[in-house]
């Protein structure tokens, strides 16, 4: 007898299209000897996004920063694959956004010299599309980073899966007040973790901190609409 035997009443639905190629990147992640850095990320200037650019969202700001920091460490910026990296010029970033059909990760495309305002936009066109389930292939493909953020669902910190062949993805938990030492004074400050897991075949951890660090740089300035 088999387990969906004693399961009386199961319903087997198979994987098809997008869910079906996620469901076979994640398998081949476990093959990954990947590793994980992590920071702690003062959120205070990116919490005035919003002031800057009416619509744009801290999510926004951190996807302007990774595209930013990836055009400056462009090792990051690549895929794996059989003994070699590629590295890319174009720099499209994913963004995992849950649905009810499940986890989508939509690619935004071509962001190395975005502004902001181009990539609320973009985010918007994506994340809409995934929730309505209209994401084609081309939508879901050609990504070179992931950012996960689970932020919004009270997570502070986790470690997000490689989407391979990417070699790098970022997971971004809660912003919370915390306490903390700046500028030599203990003070409240809203902090997120940010975590950075890496393929170790193609970045090793000293090239993985200093991406990291650009990205935390970049997150603590004041957003720039363009």
């Not at 070699?84 to 849950?98: H, K, P």
Request: net charge negative.
């Amino acid at each position: 007898m088999s387990d969906l035997d004693v399961a009386a009443g199961g319903t087997t639905v198979p994987l098809k299209g997008i869910r079906r190629t996620a469901a076979r990147q994640m398998i081949a992640a476990w093959e990954a000897p990947s590793f994980q850095l992590a920071v702690e990320v003062d959120m205070t200037a990116a919490l005035g996004v919003k002031q800057v650019l009416s619509g744009a969202t801290v999510t926004d700001h951190i996807i302007r920063s990774c595209a930013l920091a990836l055009g400056r460490h462009p090792s990051v910026n690549a895929w794996y694959g059989d003994m070699s990296t590629t590295t890319f010029e174009r720099v499209n970033i994913g963004i995992a956004v849950a649905t009810e059909a499940g986890l989508m990760v939509p690619v935004i495309h071509d962001l190395a010299a975005a502004g902001l305002s181009v990539i609320a936009d973009k985010r918007r066109d994506v994340v809409e599309r995934a929730r309505l389930g209209k994401l084609g292939m081309p939508d879901v493909t050609g990504g070179t980073f992931t950012i996960s953020n689970l932020g919004m669902l009270g997570i502070d910190r986790f470690n997000a899966i490689l989407n391979v062949p990417q070699v790098a993805i970022l997971a971004v938990g809660s912003t919370r007040p915390r306490y903390v030492l700046a500028d030599g004074e203990a003070m409240w400050r809203e902090t997120a973790e940010f975590t950075l897991t890496c393929d170790h075949r193609a970045v090793d951890g000293a090239t993985g901190a200093r991406f990291l660090g650009e990205i935390k740089n970049l997150v603590e300035q004041a957003p720039l609409a363009d």
